[in-house]
């Protein structure tokens, strides 16, 4: 029987369901990674390869939690919270290169596909209708503004949960350790030997008098 006081991830789910969560979620956004790229159509090489080992990463995170999750060995939960923060560094500097790449050398390309989807979606540019260059530019300027503050905002949404997935790996390891050592965790006390619950005693009934037998007409005489 589980302990009635367990240690959980935000107040209601046990590590080990949070950590099949993340797991999860790091496979579904590895796979949409290359999906999103390659539907981009962005040839840069750099940009092709970091695109590809940060899907790389997220997959390989994905498949060690899943393991730590149906192994339940302290072994395999230790290697996927390191794992997960040497992963946690790498991808936040691949995220920072990948800024600093759009916003530099690969600007011009962002703006050339900003440009195509002008031509392709807003009905202003569409059909012969004259335009002026000027309004193009800033069409386009306005269209890359917008890429670059929507990569930043899933940058630091990522980075904050990349550092969410790694506190929930390092927890999930440190109950998987404990328990292999015979340890439960009681809020507010830590992790201890596991005690047995008493039993309540049952109340005993009360003797009954013991009568010798005798024969029927022993008292006449």
């Known amino acids: 029987m589980s302990p009635t006081h367990r240690n959980y991830c935000c107040c209601c789910i046990p590590y080990r369901v949070a950590v099949f969560i993340v797991s999860f979620f790091a496979l579904v956004f590895g796979g949409g990674t290359i999906w999103s790229f390659v539907r981009s159509g962005m040839t840069d090489s750099t940009t092709k390869w970091a695109t590809y080992v940060l899907a790389g990463v997220y997959i390989l995170l994905g498949l060690s939690g899943m393991f730590a999750v149906f192994i339940k060995k302290y072994a395999f939960a230790k290697n996927f919270s390191v794992l997960w923060w040497v992963a946690t560094v790498l991808i936040t500097i691949l995220s920072v290169v990948g800024i600093v790449l759009l916003a530099t050398r690969e600007q011009d390309d962002v703006k050339a596909l900003c440009q195509i989807a002008l031509f392709e979606d807003d009905p202003k540019y569409q059909g012969g209708i004259p335009y002026s260059a000027a309004g193009l530019e800033e ?16 940058t630091s949404v990522q980075l904050l949960l990349m550092i969410v997935g790694g506190s929930v790996a ?49 008292h006449i005489g």
């Open 170 to 218: 390092s927890s999930y390891t440190s109950e998987v350790k404990h328990r292999k050592h015979g340890l439960t965790y009681t809020y507010g006390q830590g992790y201890a030997f596991l005690q047995p619950q008493p039993q309540p005693h049952m109340q005993q009934a009360p003797p009954q008098p013991q009568y010798q037998k005798t024969h029927p007409y022993q």
């Open 139 to 154: 069409d386009v300027g306005s269209c890359y503004r917008t890429v670059m503050i929507v990569v930043g905002v899933c």
